[in-house]
C-alpha cells in the first residue's frame, strides 16, 4: 500500500497551540498530542541493524506513540491479534450482528461514555445470551466477540457494536448444538431491537439519574437491531476481524487535501446506496469531531463473552475443535513485516542503540551518513 499523502498528524501539528479548544477534556488532549508526536524525533528513536550478513544496513526510527486511536499504529498490532485468534477459530458458520445506539443518546454518550459504551455491552451479551438460552431459539451457551465502533463516515458520533456469534452454542450435554432456522440467521431481529430497547433503558436507569421525560423519548424510537448474512465460511471471519478490530475513527489514507485550514477526505454516502464521496471540514470541526472518537482512559473497546471468554475458552475450545475439527485454513497466516529489513527483504532488524528526543550521538549520524554511499545489495 502507497504511503498517504497527508496525515491526521499533519492536521494536528498546524494546530498545536489550539488543541485545548478543541477538546473536552485533559484525556484526549494528551491522546491528540501523543498522535501528533508519533514516529517524529520528539518521542526519541532507536538505530537498528539488519542480522543479514551480507547486508548489515543501519536503519534509523523514531518512536510510535502506540496509541489504539493512532493511524500510523495499528497494522502490525492488528495483525498479532488475528494471528491469535486462528488457532481459537470453530468450523461452524458465524453471524454477524450490529447493535446501534439512536442518536438521542449521543448527549449522554458525549458527557458519560464510559457509562453508556458499557451499558451498550452488558445489553447486547445479555440479549444474544438469553435467546441462545431459550431453547425456542436455540437451548445452548453461546459465545461473542463484540467491537465497539463511535464513529460514522463523516465523523459524526454514531456509537454501534458489532458482534461476531457463532451460530450455535455447548448444549447441556457439552455436546455443539447448530443454530436452527437453517444457518439463514441467528435470531429473529425484530424480536431482538425490542428487548435491546427495553433492557438498555432499564440498565440506563439504574446507571444515571434522567428525567422520565428523557426515557420516553427513548422508547418512543424504533432501535436497530441490524444482522448481516452469515459468513460464506469461519476463514471470512478472521478477514472481517482484520478490517474492524484495530480499526480508528479515519485511516490517512482518506485524506485527500489539507488546503486553506480545511481538510478534505473521502467516506460513503449511505443515503446514497455508499456512494463515496468527498467531505470537506474545517480544522477546528475536523479535530473536534475526531476527539469525540477517543475513547475513556483503560476503556475495552474489544470483548469476549461465554465460551469465547478468556475463563472459558481455553477449556472448551479444545473439547469443541476436537469434536468438529478446525476449519480448514483458506491460505497461510502473513508474516509479521514490521521488523523486516526494507534494504535486503530478508533480514530482521535487530535494535542497537536507543537515543532519547535530543537525537542519536554524533558518531551514529556519521555512520548512517557513510553507509548511504554503500552500493545497494542485490536481492534473489
Given amino acids: 500500500m502507497q504511503r498517504p499523502l497527508y496525515q491526521v498528524a499533519d492536521v494536528l501539528e498546524r494546530n498545536e497551540e489550539l488543541l485545548a479548544q478543541y477538546t473536552s ?136 457494536l458489532h458482534c461476531i456469534v457463532p451460530g450455535g452454542g455447548v448444549s447441556a450435554n457439552g455436546k455443539w448444538k447448530y443454530a436452527k432456522n437453517k444457518g439463514k440467521y441467528l435470531f429473529p431481529v425484530k424480536a431482538m431491537s425490542k428487548v435491546f430497547r427495553a433492557r438498555f433503558i432499564a440498565n440506563l436507569r439504574t446507571e444515571l439519574d434522567e428525567p422520565q421525560s428523557y426515557y420516553d423519548t427513548l422508547f418512543a424510537k424504533d432501535w436497530v437491531v441490524y444482522a448481516k448474512r452469515p459468513f460464506a465460511s469461519p476463514n471470512y471471519v478472521l478477514e472481517y476481524l482484520g478490517r474492524y478490530t484495530h480499526k480508528i475513527a479515519i485511516s490517512n489514507h482518506r485524506i485527500q487535501s489539507l488546503a486553506n485550514g480545511r481538510v478534505g477526505f473521502t467516506g460513503k454516502d449511505y443515503r446514497k446506496g455508499g456512494a463515496k464521496t468527498t467531505l470537506s471540514l474545517s480544522d477546528a470541526e475536523f479535530i473536534r469531531r475526531f476527539a469525540l472518537h477517543i475513547l475513556p482512559k483503560g476503556f475495552v473497546r474489544i470483548r469476549h463473552y461465554g465460551i469465547l471468554s478468556s475463563t472459558k475458552k481455553k477449556i472448551v475450545l479444545p473439547l469443541l475443535l476436537a469434536e468438529m475439527g478446525a476449519p480448514p485454513k483458506k491460505q497461510e497466516s502473513r508474516p509479521i513485516l514490521h521488523r523486516r529489513c526494507p534494504r535486503c527483504k530478508v533480514g530482521t532488524l535487530v535494535t542497537v542503540f536507543m537515543f532519547d528526543s535530543r537525537g542519536p550521538p554524533k558518531h551514529w549520524i556519521k555512520k548512517l551518513k557513510q553507509q548511504h554511499r554503500t552500493p545497494k545489495i542485490k536481492t534473489a
Fill in 25 to 160: 477534556n485533559t484525556w484526549q488532549l494528551r491522546t491528540l498530542h501523543a498522535l501528533r508526536k508519533c514516529r517524529t524525533a520528539a518521542l526519541g528513536g532507536h538505530i537498528d541493524r539488519c542480522n543479514n550478513t551480507q547486508c548489515k544496513q543501519l536503519h534509523l526510527s523514531y518512536n510510535s506513540c502506540r496509541n489504539r486511536h493512532c493511524p500510523k499504529c495499528q497494522g502490525h498490532q492488528r495483525e498479532q491479534w488475528i494471528q491469535a485468534r486462528e488457532a481459537e477459530l470453530l468450523n461452524v458458520p458465524y453471524f454477524h450482528i450490529v447493535f446501534t445506539l439512536p442518536d438521542t443518546l449521543n448527549r449522554l454518550c458525549l458527557y458519560a461514555p464510559k457509562a453508556v459504551y458499557t451499558i451498550l455491552f452488558k445489553t447486547a451479551w445479555g440479549v444474544v445470551q438469553d435467546f441462545g438460552g431459550n431453547s425456542k431459539f436455540l437451548g445452548a451457551t453461546m459465545g461473542m466477540v463484540s467491537i465497539l465502533h463511535t464513529w460514522g463516515q463523516n465523523l459524526s458520533l454514531h456509537p454501534h
